[in-house]
């Protein structure tokens, strides 16, 4: 929500001209389709390039669209994790074991806190 407020007030539109399908988690690194309601590729090109442009934000991949995405309409979703601060004493042959389990079964899609 932090980019769709951040957007709208660079374009001199209201938060609910720019759609998603979803919200992302505020800590992680992530990308988001979204529709802009009315709103020229060149000029959001344009705001990106000035000097006082958030730079945690970038825009891009654009398309001309005639119906807006909307809440839901997520394909899925991919994941790159990092993990740290994994103690020595762990062996190597645990975290793989624990890793190929994940692959294999998923794990619970926990949202929120």
Same mark, same amino acid.
């Given at each position: 929500? %932090? ?42 090109? =344009?705001?990106? =390039? ?13 398309? =001309? ?12 979703? =991919? ?5 740290? %601060? ?20 998923? %794990?619970?899609?926990? %949202?929120?806190?």
């Amino acid at each position: 929500m %932090f980019a769709v407020n951040y957007l709208a007030r660079r374009l001199r539109k209201m938060p609910k001209a720019i759609n998603i399908a979803g919200n992302k988690d505020k800590r992680g690194i992530t990308t988001q389709r979204a529709t802009i309601l009315r709103c020229d590729p060149e000029l959001l090109i =344009r705001q990106q =390039r000035c000097k006082d442009w958030d730079p945690k934000i970038k825009v891009g991949s654009f398309e =001309r669209v005639h119906n807006p995405i909307l809440l839901g309409q997520l394909k899925g979703n =991919r994941f790159s994790i990092a993990l740290r %601060f994994v103690p020595n004493s762990i062996p190597d042959s645990q975290i793989k074991a624990q890793l190929q389990q994940v692959k294999e079964n998923g %794990f619970i899609n926990y %949202f929120g806190m």
